[in-house]
């Protein structure tokens, strides 16, 4: 196991929509591996997650494609409701 870390930042047009995903991702914080801290928090228009922990590189790679396919699920839900 390797101590690892990561910081992802994700940008939006409008904090409106940096809340909304913010709060689409916050689950991600709670539904980490014991092994795993996740952390999201919303800086204006931005999002950032820390992710580190004492883990494999396939459980924490798991974590980031986690947390970024429920990003990507809350863009397009956004995308569809502006679009109607």
Known sequence: ???LEATIKLEYDDEKTAVA???AVSPENLA???SVFVRTTREGCCIVTIIKGV???STFLSTIDDLLASASTAEKILQTI???
Request: proline residues 13%; without cysteine.
């Open 1 to 3: 196991m390797k101590n």
């Open 21 to 23: 995903v913010a709060e």
């Open 32 to 34: 980490a591996p014991p």
């Open 55 to 57: 883990t494999k590189l």
């Open 82 to 84: 502006a679009e109607t």
